[in-house]
């Protein structure tokens, strides 16, 4: 009888956690920040900032994972309800426009595991909710660099000045 109550209770116990587990209508709002000139870098810095709110009491605190461009990263939790997702690109491969970060929690993060593992297509797997952020661009310097417009310069005053001679002495 005392194991069929422990049995019980610990039956009882996993299935709370499991329905406390998953963040039923998650509400999301975002900041983004980026590197916005990347004159002097070799990689953009994209740094995205949410809250959630779930309509189940204490599904905030679950540890959440994302997924941008392919690759996948944990979200870090800044404050209450409040979290971070950061990731790099290269200059050459970082254009401006939407970015789509899929947000999963433990139960999710493991279907896109296991379907990694597969070789399955990981869109496939429902995210808990998607967070569109939006990259303008970053300023990557003028078209002409200053040395060369600097070298440009000289060479056409050195022209003036010679063809100007030249003129003055015939």
């Known amino acids: 009888m005392v194991k069929f109550v422990i049995a019980s209770a610990v039956l009882c116990c996993a299935l709370g956690f499991a329905v406390a587990s998953s963040c039923t209508n998650p509400e999301v709002k975002t900041n983004f920040y980026s590197t916005t000139d990347a004159t002097i870098v070799s990689q953009i810095g ?55 970060v899929r947000l999963f929690d433990e139960e999710s993060y493991a279907a896109v595991r296991k379907a990694q593992r597969a070789g399955e297509d990981v869109q496939s797997v429902k995210p808990l909710t998607t967070v569109t952020v939006n990259f303008p661009g970053a300023y990557k310097g003028p078209w002409v660099n200053s040395e060369i417009l600097a070298t440009g310069l000289v060479g056409f005053v050195a022209y003036v000045a010679f063809t100007t001679r030249s003129k003055l002495m015939a």
Do not use: D, H, M
């Open 46 to 100: 994209f740094v995205t900032e949410f809250t959630l709110k779930c309509s189940n009491a204490g599904a905030e605190k679950l540890p959440l994972f994302a997924e941008v461009l392919g690759k996948l990263a944990p979200v870090v939790r800044i404050g209450e309800n409040k979290y971070q997702v950061s990731w790099n690109e290269e200059i050459k491969k970082a254009s401006s426009g939407s970015y789509a």
